[in-house]
């Protein structure tokens, strides 16, 4: 019996590419096909200038694809090829009315009642430890809360989480269930993929796949739905902001001034879009030395702070570089959870708490400075 792989080729190869007189697999136009677990996941290359006329093909290939014995699920997304030498147009600017266009319409995600990204301008800085524990602390507030690992190149909630190799089930609606640790529902491509397998995707196939993942997962009544993003300012993150309504953004930096550099970028782009900022978190903020207890700023001090205050949004407070934060990270036993009345989890409760004043309109609390001794 021919393999999956195989069966969807075969499916696809009776999808014809217009202009071409060819199918679409014997133009080249299809990507690798990628298979697990009967979910299905590939991209078609189309010219940039006529990608909305191939709207028609995709959803065909698609349907194609679903309708194959044992496909679960089945995503394919269009890549845009843009000629050499060509450059895409820019978009058309409003007349009269004090905007340059209009933004796009953003769907509400079913049982989810908030959004919250955490984001930063560049990877290395801790933003996903800082999601899950984050998101932790909201449950430990009381409320129900998701996470959904929106870094399709680099998932790494799984195991933050304690999920490494789980797999999600699809219920009778042909919907991804969300896997539960913590009291924390989690959804990631980390989940669909083995870890160590690279996501060799264009950017349409990844925007394809985290839509999929977020509004085709099985939610329920979810208070908040924390979005680890993905690192910097690319097509993933623009596409979250401009299409999901998301509450607001926090961003995540560390204290010295080439991350500062991203971060600012990162801030930038969402007030573009209309996005509000909840505030700026400062990680690895110092380091005590656990011999003989000296304050070391490794990587300065204080540059979070100032930022927030330049651009006049919140400063939520800092989280130390500590050896205890990232054992419990790599282990998957997150401090939140694990040490809920322990030092490291109390800088994350408290900017915890000052997200929920900031979307309660209290007032602002003193940024939280948390030392460990």
Not at 134 to 148: E, Q
Not at 203 to 229: C, K, N
Not at 290 to 305: E, K, Q, R, V
């Amino acid at each position: 019996m021919p393999s999956l792989k195989d069966q969807v080729a075969a499916a696809l190869s009776k999808i014809t590419m217009p202009g071409t007189g060819k199918d679409i697999v014997a133009a080249g136009a299809v990507s690798d096909i990628y298979e697990k677990d009967g979910k299905v996941m590939l991209s078609i290359s189309v010219p940039a200038d006529k990608a909305a006329r191939f709207e028609p093909i995709r959803a065909a290939a698609e349907a194609a694809v679903k309708s194959i014995p044992g496909v679960v699920k089945a995503t394919v997304a269009l890549t845009a090829e843009v000629a050499p030498g060509s450059a895409p147009k820019a978009p058309p600017q409003g007349h009269g009315h004090g905007h340059a266009h209009a933004m796009p319409a953003k769907n509400a995600i079913a049982g989810v009642k908030s959004i919250i990204a955490v984001a930063s301008g560049k990877g290395g800085v801790g933003k996903s430890t800082t999601a899950v524990n984050f998101a932790l602390a909201l449950a430990a507030r009381g409320l129900k809360v998701g996470i959904l690992d929106a870094d399709i190149y680099g998932p790494s909630v799984p195991r933050l989480m304690g999920l490494s190799g789980d797999k999600p089930e699809v219920n009778e609606d042909r919907t991804l269930v969300p896997l539960e640790n913590y009291g924390v529902q989690v959804m990631s491509i980390g989940f669909l993929v083995d870890e160590e397998t690279p996501m060799i995707w264009r950017a349409p196939m990844a925007v394809s796949a985290l839509t999929q993942m977020l509004r085709e997962s099985a939610w329920g009544d979810v208070d908040v739905l924390v979005v680890d993003m993905p690192p910097g300012t690319g097509d993933v993150q623009l596409t979250m902001a401009q299409q999901v309504p998301l509450t607001g953004a926090v961003i995540v930096s560390t204290p010295q001034d080439l991350a500062l550099l991203d971060a600012r970028r990162g801030v930038a782009m969402f007030q573009k879009v209309e996005v509000p900022v909840l505030g700026i978190v400062e990680n690895m903020a110092y380091f005590i030395c656990p011999n003989c207890g000296t304050h070391h700023d490794i990587f300065g001090h204080g540059g979070a702070a100032q930022e927030a205050r330049r651009i006049g949004v919140p400063f939520l407070g800092e989280v130390p570089l500590e050896m205890k934060i990232r054992e419990t990270s790599d282990a998957g036993l997150p401090v939140v959870a694990t040490e809920p009345n322990g030092p490291h989890a109390e800088s994350y409760l408290a900017i915890a708490d000052r997200v929920l004043d900031t979307l309660a309109g209290k007032p602002e609390r003193a940024a939280p400075r948390i030392v460990i001794e």
